[in-house]
C-alpha cells in the first residue's frame, strides 16, 4: 500500500496559504496567452474557475450537459454561504470557521485544506457582492446574516431561499463577461465521456455533441472536473435527474484515485416518496425542525390504520404519540444532527410505524407551536382570555411568516395542507462528500487533472454542515484552483498547442464510439431506467444510512450481478447521431453500476461510524456512532479493471491544531 | 386516470412535425406532469417506440430547464409553478391534454418538445454583468450600503429562471420580461451603475438581433411567468434605455 502525497505546505496553518502563494511559479501574461484549459461542469466550482482562469489569461473551453452554464443543480441550493466575516462581532473568526468546519466534518477531512477554505471564505462575500449578487441587507444598508445548524455564530450570508441560484448566476454573469472577451468558449448540451493522456498527463477530452449525437476531440493543457456529486447512484436523491458521475468515474478509470465513495449526507426533512413511479426527491429547508416535533403513532395498529386513511393523525391523543426524538434524546429532542434523525425515522418505519402510503413517512408537527407561538402573540397584543381558535390563528400566522414559502411547497406537492394536518417528512440522500482524490494542489493522482467542487472528496470529511458546499465551490473556483493550476502551467510553457489527431486521441475517441454502438445496437428487453430504479434500491437497503458487513457484501454481488444483466438486456431506442436522452442515461447508468459496487466495497472497509455513514457493528452500547481513531484516513481507491479489484490507498489525517473528541447527542 | 396526449412529435430541427395522440392509464393524481410523461416514455421505450425528448433537470421549480406548452399555457394550468411543479391533479379522468413546444422563432425546436433557448444566453453575453475583475480584491462588501428596498428589489428581478415562458406566452415571441429583468438587477444596485447605459442598450440590441418581437403590454408574460416576475421591470428597462440614449 502507498502512501500518498498531499503536498500540504510546510510552515504554521495560518500562513500556509500566503507562504505558498509567494513561492509558487508563476506564467507570465504573454505565455497564459498560448495554453489552454478545459473545464468540465458550469456550477459554482466549475463557473467560478472558468472565469477566472478567463480573466487571468487563459483560453478557456468549458463544457455541461445542460443548454446553458445557470441550469447546472447548484442553483437549487437553498439555505445559504458561510464565511467568517464576523459582520455580527459575535466572536466569528478564521479559526472558528475552521474549527466548526473539521468537527462537523467528524475529523475526516485535511486540516490545511480546510483552514485554506476558511480564510478564503470572506473574499467570496465580497467577490460576490462586487458581480451584484443580491444578498438580503438590513434597513441599514448593510449584510443580513443568519445562524445555521452546528454553529454558535451568525455567519450565514442568503438570498432569501434561493442562494445557491444568486451565487450561481453571479458565477455565470463572470462568465458571459470571458464569453464576450472571447476568452471562454463555452460547449453547452455537451457531455464528457472520456479524458485523454498523452505521456501521463491529461491533455484533453473526448465529448458528445448532444444535440447531432457528434463525438469531437478537445486538447488542453490542463482539464478540471468541476461535475458535481454522485446521489442519483441511489436513483432517487434530491440531485438534479442529469447530476451524474461519468466524468468523475472515467478519470477514476484513467487513473485518477477515487476517496471515500461511501461517504454520504442523507438529509431528514424531505418530502416522501408518494409511488413507485416517483422520480426524484424534495429537500424540505432543514430550520423546519426549529419548531416542528417529529412522532410516529406508539401502536401499529393506528400506524396501519393511518396509512389506509381510516384514521386521520389528528385524531390520535398526546398518549397515543411516540416522540421518539425526544424520548431518545432529551438533550437534543427534535434537533439532532442529520444523521442521527435521518436514521432514527427509518428505524420506525422500517419497524412498520410509518404514516404514508408506502409506509415511509413521519410526521413533523407544529400544532404545539401554533399554541405557544400563538399564547405568545396574545400577550404581546394584549388580547385577554382568547379563545383556543384565535390562539391557534395567531399562531399559524407567525409560523407562516417564518416558513411560508416552504409550507406552500409542500402543499404544492403532497396536496394536504401543514397548517391542518402534519407534514410528512422522510430521510434523502443529498450530497455526496466523497469524489476523486486531489492534493493541497486540488490536482489528482493523474498530471494535470484536476477536480473541483462537490466532484473532488472535498475539504469536509465526514459530514458537511450547511451552507459549506457553497462556499467550498466558489472558493475552489475562484481562489484556490486559479493559483495552484499555474504552478503546473508554469512548467507548460514550451509545449505549445496540443494536436488532436494522435494515437492517444483516436484511441479514446474509439473507445467512446464503440461504447455507444453497443449501446445502441443491444436491443434488450429492459430500459434503462429499470436497472436504475433496481441499482438505487440495493444502495438504499444495503448502502443507506445505516449499514452492516454482510449487507454490503450482498450488494457488491447483486450490483455486479446487476451489471452484467445490464450489458445483456438493456434496450436503448433511437440512434447514436441524433438527441438521444435514453442513450445519455445508458451511459450514466454504466458507470453508476460500476461506482455502486466500489462504494459497497469502500463501505465495507470502513468499520466505524461518522457522519452520514453508520456501521451497525460498530455503534456504542446505547446506539450511537462510535468513531474509531484507527480509521482516521482517507481511503483513496485504485482502479484494476472490476471495482471489486480495486486498490485501497491510505491518506493519514492528522490533526495538530484541533483536539479530537466524541460527539454525544444525550 | 385515463388520459389522451396529443403531442407535437419533430425528429429534429429540419424535418417536418406532426401532432400524435397517445393513451396513458393509470396516472395517479400525486404524480408531477414530467412523472406523467416518464410513464408515457416508458411505454414507449416498452413497445420499441422512440420516447418523447423533453427538457428537465432539477424537478424542483428552480433550474428552468422544462419548458411545455400545455392545453395553450406555458407550463400549464397551474399559476407560479414550472412544468416540474405541476401535478397531475390538475387534470380530470379522460382529458385530452394538447402538449407542444414553447413556439417562438428565436426558439428554433431541436426535437420533440425541446427547444434551443439559447438566444438567452447570447443577450446575456452582451451585456448580463458587472465587470469586475475575479481576483479577490474587491473592497469590502459592506463598504457599498444598499438600501433593503432596493436589495429586494433586485432579488426579485434576479429570481428570474430563464425557462422562457414569457417569450412563450407572448403574440409577439417578445423577450422584455427576461430582459427587462436582467436590465433591473443591476440597475437596482450601485455596483451596475458605471456601465448601466452601455448595458441595456447592448442587451437590447441583441434582443432584437435575435428575433424576439416588441411588447405590446398584454401582460401574458406577467401571468404565465412561475417566478412571479412582474411588469414594472419592462417598464424600467425602457427607462433605462431612454436615459441611456440621452
Known amino acids: 500500500m502507498s502512501v500518498l502525497d498531499s503536498k500540504v505546505p510546510k510552515g504554521s496553518l495560518k500562513d500556509k496559504w500566503t507562504d505558498y502563494k509567494d513561492h509558487i511559479d508563476l506564467v507570465n501574461p504573454a505565455n497564459k496567452r498560448n495554453i489552454d484549459i478545459i473545464v468540465v461542469g458550469t456550477g459554482l466550482a466549475g463557473g467560478s474557475a472558468a472565469a477566472t482562469l478567463a480573466e487571468l489569461g487563459y483560453n478557456v473551453k468549458t463544457f455541461c450537459y445542460q443548454d446553458s452554464p445557470r441550469r447546472a443543480h447548484s442553483i437549487a441550493a437553498q439555505g445559504g454561504i458561510n464565511a467568517a466575516k464576523n459582520y455580527q462581532g459575535d466572536g466569528d473568526s478564521t479559526y472558528r470557521l475552521f474549527y466548526d468546519t473539521v468537527k462537523g466534518g467528524d475529523y475526516r477531512s485535511r486540516e490545511a485544506n480546510v483552514y485554506r477554505l476558511a480564510e478564503v471564505s470572506t473574499n467570496i462575500i465580497d467577490q460576490c457582492v462586487a458581480q451584484g449578487v443580491p444578498f438580503a441587507r438590513d434597513y441599514g444598508g448593510l449584510l443580513d446574516n443568519r445562524s445555521f445548524g452546528g454553529v454558535l455564530v451568525s455567519r450565514t450570508f442568503y438570498a432569501k431561499g434561493q442562494t445557491g441560484q444568486q451565487l450561481l448566476l453571479g458565477a455565470y454573469s463572470a462568465m458571459n463577461r470571458q464569453i464576450a472577451r472571447g476568452k471562454i468558449t463555452p460547449f453547452n448540451r455537451h457531455e464528457m465521456l472520456d479524458v485523454v493522456k498523452v505521456n501521463g498527463k491529461a491533455r484533453g477530452i473526448i465529448a458528445r455533441d448532444l444535440v447531432t449525437g457528434k463525438l469531437e476531440r478537445h486538447s488542453a493543457h490542463a482539464v478540471v472536473i468541476a461535475s458535481g456529486g454522485y446521489g442519483n447512484v441511489y436513483f432517487l436523491s434530491t440531485n438534479a435527474m442529469g447530476s451524474n458521475a461519468t466524468a468523475a468515474w472515467k478519470i477514476h478509470k484513467k487513473g485518477a484515485f477515487f476517496a471515500n465513495p461511501c461517504y454520504t449526507q442523507i438529509h431528514p426533512t424531505c418530502i416522501p416518496r408518494s409511488g413507485d413511479y416517483q422520480s426524484k426527491l424534495t429537500l424540505m429547508s432543514e430550520s423546519l425542525r426549529n419548531d416542528g416535533r417529529i412522532w410516529v403513532p406508539k401502536s401499529l395498529e393506528d400506524a396501519k390504520a393511518i396509512r389506509e386513511g381510516k384514521k386521520k393523525p389528528t385524531e390520535l391523543t398526546e398518549e397515543q404519540r411516540d416522540y421518539y426524538l425526544e424520548r431518545k434524546y432529551p438533550a437534543f429532542g427534535n434537533l439532532v444532527p442529520r444523521d442521527v434523525a435521518s436514521r432514527a425515522a427509518k428505524e420506525l418505519c422500517d419497524a412498520g410505524y410509518g404514516v404514508n402510503a408506502t409506509g415511509e413517512a413521519v410526521y413533523l408537527d407544529f400544532a404545539s407551536s401554533f399554541e405557544r407561538y400563538g399564547k405568545e402573540q396574545a400577550k404581546i397584543h394584549g388580547i385577554e382570555n382568547p379563545s383556543s381558535e384565535k390562539i391557534i390563528e395567531l399562531g399559524r400566522a407567525l409560523v407562516k411568516s417564518k416558513y411560508g414559502n416552504l409550507f406552500q411547497m409542500y402543499e404544492k406537492i403532497v396536496d394536504q395542507d401543514p397548517y391542518k394536518t402534519p407534514m410528512m417528512i422522510y430521510p434523502a440522500v443529498h450530497y455526496t462528500m466523497g469524489g476523486t482524490w486531489v492534493d493541497y494542489n486540488l490536482m489528482t493522482t493523474v498530471e494535470g487533472l484536476y477536480s473541483i467542487g462537490e466532484s473532488n472528496f472535498s475539504d469536509h470529511g465526514a459530514n458537511r454542515l450547511g451552507a459549506s458546499a457553497l462556499m467550498q465551490g466558489l472558493a475552489d473556483g475562484y481562489f484556490v484552483l486559479p493559483y495552484t493550476i499555474g504552478d503546473y502551467l508554469s512548467h507548460e510553457i514550451r509545449t505549445g498547442k496540443i494536436p488532436t489527431d494522435t494515437p492517444e486521441f483516436e484511441e479514446a475517441e474509439k473507445e467512446v464510439k464503440d461504447k455507444i454502438d453497443f449501446l445502441v445496437n443491444n436491443k434488450g428487453a429492459h430500459s434503462v431506467d429499470y436497472y436504475h430504479k433496481k441499482l438505487g434500491k440495493i444502495m438504499w437497503d444495503k448502502c443507506g444510512m445505516s449499514r452492516n458487513a454482510e449487507g454490503l457484501k450482498q450488494a457488491m454481488a447483486e450490483i455486479k450481478a446487476l451489471r452484467e444483466d445490464f450489458y445483456k438486456n438493456v434496450s436503448v431506442p433511437g440512434g447514436a447521431y441524433e438527441m438521444n436522452a435514453e442513450l445519455e442515461k445508458a451511459g450514466r447508468v454504466a458507470d453508476f453500476l460500476e461506482l455502486g459496487e466500489l462504494f459497497a466495497k469502500d463501505a465495507l472497509v470502513r468499520e466505524e461510524s461518522a457522519g452520514g455513514h453508520f456501521r451497525e457493528e460498530y455503534q456504542t452500547e446505547d446506539g450511537e456512532a462510535q468513531r474509531r481513531t484507527e480509521f482516521q484516513f482517507v481511503s483513496a481507491w485504485e482502479y484494476k479493471g472490476e471495482p471489486a479489484d480495486a486498490v485501497l490507498h491510505k491518506e493519514e489525517l492528522v490533526y495538530e491544531n484541533i483536539e479530537v473528541k466524541e460527539r454525544s447527542y444525550k | ?246
Open chain 2, 1 to 246: 386516470m385515463n388520459l389522451t396526449l396529443k403531442i407535437w412529435r419533430q425528429k429534429d430541427s429540419k424535418s417536418k412535425g406532426q401532432m400524435v395522440d397517445y393513451k396513458v392509464t393509470e396516472i395517479s393524481e400525486h404524480m408531477s406532469f414530467l412523472e406523467m410523461m416518464d410513464v408515457l416514455n416508458e411505454q414507449l421505450i416498452n413497445n420499441g417506440d422512440s420516447p418523447v425528448a423533453f427538457d428537465h433537470d432539477c424537478r424542483e421549480g428552480i433550474c428552468g430547464s422544462c419548458s411545455m406548452y400545455i392545453n395553450g399555457e406555458a407550463h400549464g394550468p397551474d399559476r407560479g409553478v414550472t412544468t416540474c411543479q405541476l401535478h397531475m391533479r390538475m387534470f380530470k379522468d379522460g382529458d385530452v391534454i394538447t402538449i407542444e413546444p414553447f413556439r417562438a422563432k428565436a426558439f428554433p425546436v431541436l426535437k420533440d418538445l425541446s427547444v434551443d433557448r439559447s438566444a438567452f444566453d447570447r443577450i446575456q453575453h452582451a451585456g448580463g454583468y458587472i465587470s469586475v475583475n475575479t481576483s479577490g480584491n474587491t473592497q469590502d462588501a459592506n463598504a457599498t450600503l444598499i438600501s433593503k428596498h432596493n436589495a429586494d428589489l433586485a432579488m426579485d428581478a434576479a429570481t428570474c429562471i430563464g425557462c422562457g415562458a414569457c417569450v412563450a406566452s407572448c403574440k409577439n415571441s417578445s423577450a422584455m420580461l427576461f430582459v427587462g429583468a436582467k436590465v433591473s438587477q443591476y440597475a437596482l444596485l450601485p455596483q451596475g451603475q458605471v456601465e448601466a447605459a452601455d448595458r441595456v442598450k447592448n442587451m437590447v440590441a441583441q434582443m432584437d438581433l435575435e428575433g424576439f418581437g416588441n411588447c405590446t403590454n398584454t401582460g401574458a408574460c406577467e401571468v404565465e411567468c412561475p417566478k412571479g416576475i412582474s411588469l414594472e421591470n419592462i417598464a424600467r428597462m425602457n427607462r433605462e434605455l431612454l436615459k441611456a440614449n440621452f
